[in-house]
Nanobody, 124 residues
Framework: EVQLVESGGGSVQAGGSLTLSCVAS????????IGWFRQAPWKHRERVVC????????HYGESPRGRFTMSIGTAKNTVFLQMNSLKPEDTAVYYC?????????????????WGEGTKVSVSS
């Protein structure tokens, strides 16, 4: 059974930092594009960052670029999202997603599996 389990969300003041984690199981991790997406109330889901299945390219969304960093753990089934200089507009539910053999990873329809999300709230 494919599982993606996010953790690490919480409440933080603007300017603060959080690190989200995603533990993947039930599939061959190296065959999948991995993405972090987020969805704020009343808004569409948007890409935070993704890496394609060949690990040859990483794409950050415009707002997170320069503040957020995605990394893959040494165990290779864990993905991290380090978020610095958080802003109130970063408030959202953050989802970890996986797409099988995806050369491109930028769009939500590139993904086959996703977790239940972890909530991030940033106060001003």
């Amino acid at each position: 059974e494919v599982q993606l389990v996010e953790s690490g969300g919480g409440s933080v003041q603007a300017g603060g930092s959080l690190t989200l984690s995603c533990v993947a199981s039930g599939f061959t991790f190296d065959d999948y594009a991995i993405g972090w997406f987020r969805q704020a109330p009343w808004k569409h889901r948007e890409r935070v960052v993704c890496i394609n299945s060949s690990r040859s390219s990483t794409h950050y969304g415009e707002s997170p670029r320069g503040r957020f960093t995605m990394s893959i753990g040494t165990a290779k089934n864990t993905v991290f999202l380090q978020m610095n200089s958080l802003k109130p507009e970063d408030t959202a539910v953050y989802y970890c997603e996986a797409g099988h053999l995806r050369v491109n990873c930028r769009h939500t329809n590139d993904y086959d599996h996703w977790g239940e999300g972890t909530k991030v709230s940033v106060s001003s």
